[in-house]
């Protein structure tokens, strides 16, 4: 027997151990009853002056010195766990700040560090090389949870999300789950409701996400209006197949049917559906805890629970020694202010607090597989959903928010006695963001969509990532923000730092069995100097380039011509950089050795091209600002 082979089952010993403990705590009645608290974790960005990740959580959290802080997946994130709070009177703007406080030591201790901290979804200027294994948090936990997750799939991760854009791609680690950033809200129920509760959130969760959708792109792709929920679920997807015959259940769910029984079921469910994936060393005796009069941390269930993914998930906890349990709202993300998340928080808890008599046994109402597809609608779509309600009724997001659903919230926040103040604020907050149509996610599209009609995908992520951050420091609603303005992304130091934000990514190639001829007229037809030569795995061979096909012109007839191919005629040692490859240097290089073009390439495919036409342009961009910032000195001193 292996070592892992072992601690697995102890670990499932010991989680079956945590099950037959919390059916007795169930039945003896021993869980918290007359009083309910929420909470909340926030997850963040770090990010570089230059508007990138950077890679400082460890220390941050040398510096911060504060243990509501910890550590997320990847270096350039961090989470911070606020303390519960009795859900009355001022517990909202308790929550809001809460994260004030806590988020401005963050930013503090960040800008001590030679960085910042960023409310958002997915970061518009995440890329690739930003998320290899390196950068995984230094913690023998996440490099488990990798090689598990690598292990049960047995394979590369695969994505594809199509949205106005489309990613394909394929990675070799669990990181790309870590471009996600959510802020997670809690609620705390008593366990003979769990089940009319955990339906209920289950159902209200397309329209609460579709009010508050902030991820809508990702590496320069416009895809879902909360990206993150599709990225999420193929980053931790651990099925080897998806056979036609079989129905495996992901580990990134939002579930597949009503939960009709009992919280104990909800428990014994993952337990059953879900392999163990990440068995630690244990050694609580829960049911022997329980003889002993004290209250087990079941330390093995909420350890596998964790591994679990549920967009709604029960989970057990203790405070002041007592037990509890609470749903965990794990679909929303985090940003664009501080505020907007108070106020998506006073949404969702109102609404699990205000349930009405009429959605109690909304089981009996409404078909699960519509309550999945409106989450995924509201994913894919934000207010521009439409909704399957109660008898099978379409409705708009707009609509249900706005009739039915702020109302509920509303009675709820009132029923826990929060101050009337508050909720005024906060949901007059989403009344008005809905209204407006206008989410995180509309103003990043919005404002990307003009940004690229004048500058490349790279230099639209560096600008929309400063102004969000500018506008998230000012703290007001999103659905009151600004235009945003190209002149935002600094100075071209910003913008063009790297290759990556000025190559050209679209691109024509050929293959060496192409005739000469071909790339001739492409030549023409396209107004281009150079075309790479790819094989048929898309490795770069070889280039093309005008000059040198107007010379074998001259010196062949037309019938030799005619017949030569690309891989006759290429260079093949060819000078290439990569997209990380500092801007000035890539020109350095072409200067040199009298290059009108330089070949990007990762791990020898090609992915961009950059040109002499692309140091004109960067030369534009410099003068430009230079005159500008001239001008702009000359008002000041007049």
Not at 10 to 34: G, P, S, W
Not at 353 to 382: E, T, W
Not at 513 to 522: F, G, Q, R, S, Y
Not at 535 to 547: H, P, S, V, Y
Request: net charge negative; glycine share 4%.
């Amino acid at each position: 027997m292996t070592e892992e082979t072992r601690l697995k089952q102890q670990f499932t010993d010991h989680l079956l151990k945590d099950l037959d403990a919390l059916e007795e705590m169930l039945d003896k009645d021993l869980f918290e009853k007359n009083v309910t608290r929420i909470g909340a974790e926030q997850e963040f960005c770090l990010i570089k002056y230059s508007l990138r990740p950077a890679m400082k959580a460890m220390d941050m959290l040398e510096h911060l010195n504060d243990d509501h802080f910890t550590t997320e997946l990847a270096r350039f994130n961090l989470e911070l766990n606020l303390d519960p709070l009795e859900f009355q009177k001022d517990a909202l703007s308790q929550l809001e700040n809460n994260l004030v406080s806590k988020l401005t030591k963050a930013n503090k201790t960040a800008h001590s560090l030679g960085a910042k901290i960023i409310l958002t979804g997915i970061l518009p200027t995440i890329s690739k090389r930003d998320i290899e294994l390196e950068n995984i948090s230094p913690k023998e936990r996440y490099k488990r949870l990798n090689d598990a997750i690598l292990a049960a799939r047995a394979s590369d991760f695969k994505f594809h999300i199509s949205g106005i854009d489309e990613l394909i791609d394929s990675h070799d680690n669990v990181l790309f789950e870590s471009c996600n950033t959510s802020f997670q809200i809690h609620y705390q129920l008593v366990p003979e409701h769990a089940p009319m509760l955990y339906n209920w959130a289950h159902a209200v969760s397309a329209p609460v996400l579709a009010a508050a959708t902030n991820s809508p792109l990702f590496m320069g792709k416009r895809l879902w209006k909360e990206t993150r929920i599709a990225l999420f679920q193929q980053s931790a997807d651990t099925r080897k197949s998806l056979s036609p015959y079989r129905e495996e259940q992901e580990r990134v769910t939002f579930g597949k049917e009503w939960e009709k029984e009992s919280a104990l079921h909800i428990f014994q469910d993952i337990v059953s559906r879900h392999s163990v994936l990440l068995p630690i060393e244990t050694t609580e005796d829960a049911p022997e805890v329980l003889k002993n009069g004290e209250i087990p941390a079941l330390k093995a269930l909420n350890t596998h629970n964790g591994t679990v993914y549920k967009w709604n998930r029960l989970c057990y906890g203790i405070t002041d020694g007592v037990p509890h349990l609470r749903i965990e709202n794990r679909y929303l993300p985090s940003g664009p202010t501080i505020v907007d998340e108070a106020a998506n928080a006073a949404f969702w808890t109102g609404l699990m607090h205000g349930i009405p008599d009429r959605y109690r046994n909304i089981h009996q109402k409404m078909h699960f597989a519509d309550v999945r597809n409106n989450f995924f609608s509201a994913a894919k779509l934000g207010l521009q959903s439409q909704f399957t309600w109660l008898d099978d009724h379409l409705v708009t997001a707009q609509d249900l928010i706005l009739d039915e659903m702020i109302p509920i919230a509303e009675n709820g926040l009132q029923k826990a006695e929060i101050n009337e103040q508050d909720i005024e604020k906060y949901l007059g907050i989403i009344k008005d963001r809905v209204k407006k149509g206008k989410t995180g996610s509309h103003w990043m599209m919005d404002s990307y969509n003009q940004l690229i009609k004048n500058v490349s995908p790279e230099e639209a992520s560096v600008t929309l990532t400063e102004g969000i951050y500018r506008r998230q420091k000012n703290g007001n609603p999103v659905h009151t923000w600004s235009e945003l303005r190209r002149e935002e992304g600094g100075g071209w130091r910003n913008r063009f730092r790297y290759v990556k934000q000025l190559m050209s990514k679209d691109l024509i190639t050929l293959q060496e069995d192409d005739l000469v001829a071909l790339a001739k007229n492409i030549m023409l037809w396209s107004d281009i100097h150079h075309i790479p030569v790819e094989d048929e795995n898309g490795k770069l061979i070889g280039m093309l380039n005008a000059d040198q096909i107007l010379k074998i012109a001259g010196t062949k007839s037309n019938e030799e011509f005619k017949t030569l191919t690309a891989g006759e005629v290429m260079n093949t040692n060819i000078r290439h950089v990569s997209p990380d490859t500092r801007t000035r240097e890539a020109f350095s290089i072409m200067d040199r050795n009298e290059l009108g073009c330089l070949p990007v390439v990762t791990d020898s495919k090609l992915v961009g091209i950059i040109t002499l036409n692309d140091y004109v342009k960067l030369m534009g961009y410099f003068f430009r600002e230079i005159s500008e910032n001239h001008d702009s000195k000359q008002k000041t001193d007049s």
